[in-house]
């Protein structure tokens, strides 16, 4: 089987919401929470996400900026099997409200209620640089460049 390429990769990210957002928790423990895409995966390596700033994700990030992310796609009704995708990468934090308005969707409302304008919001980039996949019938991994280091 043929390789899949980033833009085939792309469009199987699109129909999945939720990943595991898997970061360093210290002691050598790693830690995982189900984290929103938010619809935003034109994906070109990098993946983002709205937290809040005094989280426990943002304090490891802040810590060690290497994360993972895990996404899972169910099989199809007419029996194709579903896809899983592990992004290997690296986080920064963003604190600028221009970025945030371009990743901003109508969704993250209820969890941010003042939009953009919400104390304390922040976004998470995450710019993988190797992505990992299976899908029953093909697996294979895409490497990216080198990440700047996060901020």
Not at 42 to 53: C, N
Not at 61 to 72: E, G, I, N, Y
Not at 89 to 105: C, M, N, P, Y
Not at 123 to 133: D, Q
């Amino acid at each position: 089987m043929s390789a899949m390429t980033m833009e085939e990769l792309s469009k199987k990210l699109g129909k999945i919401d939720f990943c595991m957002f898997n970061t360093h928790g210290g002691s050598g423990c790693i830690s995982s929470r189900p984290m929103s895409n938010n619809g935003d995966v034109e994906y070109d390596g990098d993946s983002w996400f709205f937290s809040y700033e005094n989280t426990k994700k943002v304090s490891e990030v802040s810590q060690d900026a290497r994360v993972a992310l895990t996404f899972t796609a169910p099989p199809s009704i007419l029996g194709k099997p579903g896809i899983f995708i592990a992004v290997d990468g690296e986080a920064s934090l963003i604190r600028d409200k221009t970025q945030f308005e371009q990743h901003w969707v109508s969704d993250l409302d209820r969890w941010f209620p003042q939009g953009v304008d919400t104390p304390g919001i922040l976004l998470i980039k995450v710019t993988a640089r190797m992505i990992e996949y299976w899908d029953g019938e093909d697996n294979g991994r895409i490497e990216l460049p080198s990440v700047k280091p996060a901020v």
